[in-house]
Nanobody
Framework: QVQLVESGGGLVQAGGSLRLSCVVS????????MGWFRQAPGKEREFVAF????????YCADSVKGRFTISRDNAKNTVYLQMNSLKPEDTAVYYC????????????????????WGQGTQVTVSA
């Protein structure tokens, strides 16, 4: 069974940085495309970032482009989300997700494209 566990969330002032981590159990981690999503209170879960199984293709939502970076370390079964220049509107619960199937470098940016989810980690950015 695949399990995803996020960590690294917390409270930070606007302009600050956080790095989220997501550790994935299972021997086939390196074959999973991975994504980060977030959900603010009263809003739908939204796409944040994608990384292909090899790490060769990454993509971020326009709202975080230039501030957030997604990366992965397949040797550690871990995917990261480096978040810089944080804004109050980045406040949300952040979830990592894994997809069972890869379509090469095609970006997966909808919740329906992912099969496994973590429990989420809270990120709060104060003004």
């Amino acid at each position: 069974q695949v399990q995803l566990v996020e960590s690294g969330g917390g409270l930070v002032q606007a302009g600050g940085s956080l790095r989220l981590s997501c550790v994935v159990s299972g021997r086939t981690f390196m074959s999973y495309p991975m994504g980060w999503f977030r959900q603010a209170p009263g809003k739908e879960r939204e796409f944040v970032a994608f990384i292909s199984w090899s790490g060769g293709r990454t993509y971020c939502a326009d709202s975080v482009k230039g501030r957030f970076t997604i990366s992965r370390d397949n040797a550690k079964n871990t995917v990261y989300l480096q978040m810089n220049s944080l804004k109050p509107e980045d406040t949300a619960v952040y979830y990592c997700a894994a997809a069972r199937t890869s379509q090469g470098n095609i970006v997966k940016d909808t919740t329906q494209q992912y099969d496994y989810w973590g429990q989420g980690t809270q990120v709060t950015v104060s003004a």
